[in-house]
């Protein structure tokens, strides 16, 4: 009986460690309140973007929707003076179309769309296994896409300077379309 109990604190430390891990900060916006790894393998406090607006894409190599990292690019050379960070989150969970090694992943982004906005390393956006960032953002019912699970490549999650996540925008809106680029220029505003 004593194994058990000591057995279940040592699973229940493990869990709370692990979900400690993956949280940065209680005390920033809860979309910001998260650790990453970047591409490199370094962890990324996601509070390291309060103040400024986010933009969250979860990207893949090799998806008709690929070519929105030129998009993306644009945006980020755009707008990032005025305040915007656009953050690629890859994720190989539609299609198999982020096969790539993290190594493999930087090398294509830099070299065929000259990417210099932050990218993450890859994760799961969907289902139990999730990231805690994409669980958070999916919680929430979020116009104009809505709340559930992530559909496809390139959707993309605009959070303000505050941390609220504003805007859920489906892979299908470039990121050059009028509805995005308002989007950012108004929370930019704020």
């Known amino acids: 009986m004593r194994s058990k109990t000591l057995l279940a604190g040592i699973v229940a430390m493990a869990l709370f460690s692990v979900g400690m891990a993956e949280e940065a900060s209680k005390d920033s916006p809860p979309a910001l309140a998260f650790s990453m790894k970047s591409l490199e393998g370094e962890n990324v406090d996601l509070s390291k973007y309060e ?35 656009v953050v690629g989150v890859p994720c190989n969970q539609f299609g198999g179309q ?54 496809w490549n390139f959707e993309k999650f605009l959070v303000d300077r505050k941390g609220n996540v504003v805007g859920r925008f489906g892979s299908g809106v470039d990121p050059s379309s009028p509805e995005l680029v308002q989007a950012i220029e108004k929370a930019l505003a704020n």
């Not at 894409?57 to 993306?72: D, F, R």
């Not at 982020?98 to 769309?113: D, N």
Request: glycine residues 12%; positive net charge.
């Open 51 to 85: 103040g400024k607006v986010v933009l969250f894409v979860n990207v893949a190599s090799n998806c008709g929707y690929t070519k929105q990292y030129s998009g993306l690019q644009k945006l980020h050379q755009t707008h990032a003076e005025k305040g915007l960070a």
């Open 98 to 151: 982020e096969p790539g090694t993290s190594k493999e992943i930087k090398q294509f982004c830099s070299s065929k769309y000259n990417v210099t906005f932050d990218m993450l390393d890859k994760v799961n956006v969907n289902g139990g296994d999730a990231c805690g960032l994409y669980k958070y953002l999916t919680g929430l019912d979020t116009k104009p896409a809505g709340k559930g699970a992530i559909k």
